[in-house]
Structure formats: C-alpha cells, structure tokens
C-alpha cells in the first residue's frame, strides 16, 4: 500500500522521461525522490560527509581554484532539490560549469542530473542496490554484505517494491528499464 510522498504523481511524467534516457524504471527515480526529499522541489541539504566530498573532490585541485564557488562547500557540495543533487555530480552530468547553483533546484535540471548520475552508478555497477548505494554516498562500501549505507539502500526499494506492488497507481503506464 503506499503511503505519504508515495502519492505524490505530480512529477511523474518528469520521472518517466529522464529514466527512459538511462534505461531506469521511473518507479525507482521516484522512490529515491521520495527518500531524498519526500517529493519536495525545495529542499536542501548540507551534511558532515558533503564537506568531505569538498576536501576529496574540490579543495587544492587546481581545476577548481579560478571556479567562482571555489571555496564555498557549502554551495558546491550542498544537495539540492528532488533527487538532492550536488553541483559537483550536476556538473559531472553536463550542468554548465558556471551556472547558478540556484537552476538545481528546478525540477527538469534535478531530475536530467539525478538520473544520469543513476545512470551511469548503474552501468558501472551493474547492480542497482550497488548503484544506490554508489548514488548516496559517492562510494560503495561493502562490510560482511552489507552496505554501509544498507538502511538508505533498502528504503528505496521497499518503497520501489511498493509502487511495483500497486500496479502503477497513477494508470500512466510503466517505465520498463533496469531494476525493472
């Protein structure tokens, strides 16, 4: 039965188009809108790991430096918008390399980048709990088989396993793809 943001149709056209160009299912982009901002546009997030991702990916590289966010992490590496996409992964999908931080939080910009950076998770991992875990946390970490964000990973399923389950509640039809 779904449940909350699960209800939400309002993206899922969105959903459709930008899985179908990544061979995703759309039910699955949706469920990791729903784990990611509960289907809100207008979410943002700055976490302790996006400041390491700053310090890994961004600070000393000199690619960066003459960049006009170079020094704000807090920008760079902040997650914005449905699919809570940073500007570092955005640009690494096409974002233009000095465009507003801001255009993140629109939703065909979120959703394009959110799904390339699946996308591409998946063709390189061939796996998509792997490509989830890959797309949380920018590694995937595996202890005693599990991952290391196992809890996020398995939320999105479930609630992928529940839209599969309902049938496509919103009758619009069904985004075959990986994970299908």
């Not at 056209?13 to 809108?33: I, P, S």
């Not at 233009?96 to 939080?105: F, H, S, V």
């Not at 796996?127 to 202890?143: H, Q």
């Amino acid at each position: 039965m779904l449940t909350g943001c699960e209800l939400i149709d309002r993206y899922d056209d969105l959903y459709k188009l930008e899985a179908a160009k990544w061979g995703l299912d759309w039910q699955c982009v949706k469920a990791l809108a729903c784990t990611e901002s509960s289907q809100d546009e207008t979410q943002s997030a700055y976490r302790r790991g996006n400041r390491e991702m700053y310090l890994r990916l961004i600070d000393g590289k000199d690619r960066w430096k003459a960049h006009r966010y170079y020094g704000r992490p807090e920008i760079l590496c902040r997650a914005y918008g449905l699919l809570q996409v940073t500007y570092v992964v955005a640009m690494e999908c096409g974002f233009p390399r000095e465009g507003d931080w801001w255009a993140l939080y629109g939703p065909a910009v979120n959703v394009a980048c959110g799904c390339a950076h699946l996308g591409r998770a998946l063709a390189r991992f061939k796996n998509l709990s792997s490509a989830l875990a890959y797309y949380n946390a920018g590694r995937v970490n595996v202890t005693d088989g599990k991952f290391e964000n196992q809890p996020y990973v398995d939320g999105i399923m479930q609630s992928f396993g529940r839209f599969q389950e309902a049938g496509n509640p919103t009758g619009l039809g069904h985004g075959g793809g990986a994970g299908a």
